[in-house]
């Protein structure tokens, strides 16, 4: 009995280890993304999938 103790509490010790690297890991990621550099390129083209800002030039209400 005490040797089925012992394995469940090293199983669940290495899954809160796993469990805590991969938050670890969003959460690192998250940050990474929220601090990167906003450069637009060429083009005016979105690189975080929002619409670009419309210029009203090729609108066709303005004919």
Not at 29 to 39: H, I, Q
Not at 52 to 55: E, L, Y
């Given at each position: 009995?005490?040797?089925l103790f012992a394995l469940a509490a090293v199983a669940g010790g290495v899954l809160?280890?796993?469990k805590r690297s991969k938050?670890?890991?969003a959460e690192a990621?998250?940050?990474?993304?929220?601090?990167?550099?906003?450069?637009q390129p060429l083009g005016?083209?979105?690189t975080n999938g929002s619409a670009?800002?419309?210029?009203g030039a090729s609108?066709?209400?303005n004919n």
């Open positions: 009995m005490k040797k809160f280890a796993v938050d670890a890991k990621d998250l940050w990474r993304e929220a601090t990167a550099p906003t450069t005016g083209a979105s670009p800002a419309h210029s609108d066709s209400r």
